[in-house]
């Protein structure tokens, strides 16, 4: 048993008058965000403008503060001028969006001072009218209605869900659930909410405690299990692209929008970009879908589970790769093994990034020089051993713990197993030595953008 923050989504179908206060309620988050951000901004130019004349800081512009709860004061003051409306939607739109604001700069000012890893934070953006539409209720009346097909909504009521909310209701009358928030959004035509929920799960233990299973991702087969089972890529998003591609010739030969002569797009082109939209929504709910199955029962059933740290940001830049990395979900596939192993008290291991999986032997452990991707088996040298090279590269990851280990290392990165000199440090051309994908930088000159579509 395990206490755990889980989001549960439900579909809604608000009534159109309901749908009209959702909206509300996302754009007075944006007007608040907003008139924050271009309070803050001011404040910093100044400040900025004043230092280029020699000024000294107690001669400067005080600073304003940028603390949710100072922006929160000032709203409060300046609502009645700003947004006389502001008593149409519930205060939680306005909290939401100055909460968000101060997120976003402290994000940025910590990115400035390098206390951030991964690229460097702009200064936030104003939220224009095409930006997502979203609002979260933090306090004030919101969660499940007794009839479990409805949801309670500060301001905008009793909103109907498209589904059953008995998954969730079960849990929060028999008081193992309790509901932190809410947030309700706009995506691919149709609103959403999502509760925040701290829950007590129940989870079965794997079945086979002791056993490890090595997890090699690919694009040709979706994953190979050290245990010789491989499970196919279903390449939804191949399926759909003829689709696509028709739907987009078809767009293309309507009316679309022109920013240049304003002309607004019309009701026909409007048409086919909805059902481009529900296209593209219909492979991602595929694709989450045979995701979540195939890591429920790898955690499920064994122990421990070893994968690659792949670099997936890395091949998403690379031109060639790039839709077909992006088609597997392989960032989403290592995510959810990491969070459902928690629960099911399996343990994740990651290999590193460097280590030659697809080119050691499974039997002798002899590293190979070279080995191209074209080569679909692994015929070792040393040994004789002849072998499929992706079963090949899921035997060495498994090999990478020892059975039954009593260290709970969750999610620990395991670098030089026993016996395996590290030698590919040197030149990696896309394409060869790794057998996986060139890292950042190698190859990706000729074109920065690659289309992931
Ligand atoms: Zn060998």
Known sequence: MSSVIQAYRFALDPAPVQEQAL?????ARRRAFNWGLARIKAN???RAAEMTYGLV???????????????RKDWNQAKDEVAPWWAENSKEAYSCGLANLATALGNWADSQRGKRNGRRFGFPRFKGRRSGLSCRFTTGAFGLADDRRHVKLPRIGLVRTHESTRRLARHVERGTARIRSATVSFRAGRWFVSFSVEITRTDPLPTRPGSVVGVDLGVKSLAVLSTGESIPNPRHLETALRELRRLQRQAARRTGPDRRIRRQPSAR?????A???RLHTTVVNARRDGLHKLTTRLVRAHGAVVIEDLNVAGMTRNRRLARHVAGVGMAELRRQIEYKAQWAGARVHVADRWYPSSKTCSACGVVKAKLR??????CCDACGLVLDRDLNAARNLAALVPRETSS?????????????PGKTRTARAT???TGRPAPVGAGQRRRRKATAV
């Open 373 to 378: 991707l074209s080569e679909r088996t692994l």
């Open 431 to 433: 394409g060869t030595a």
């Open 275 to 277: 059902r481009v939209t």
């Open 57 to 71: 800081e107690d001669e400067l512009t005080p600073s304003v503060s940028w603390s949710a709860y100072s922006l």
């Open 269 to 273: 082109w409007r048409k086919t970009q």
């Open 23 to 27: 909206r509300s309620h996302c754009g």
């Open 408 to 420: 709970p290392s969750c999610g620990a990165t395991v670098n030089e197993p026993a016996g395996n």
């Open 44 to 46: 910093l130019d100044q």
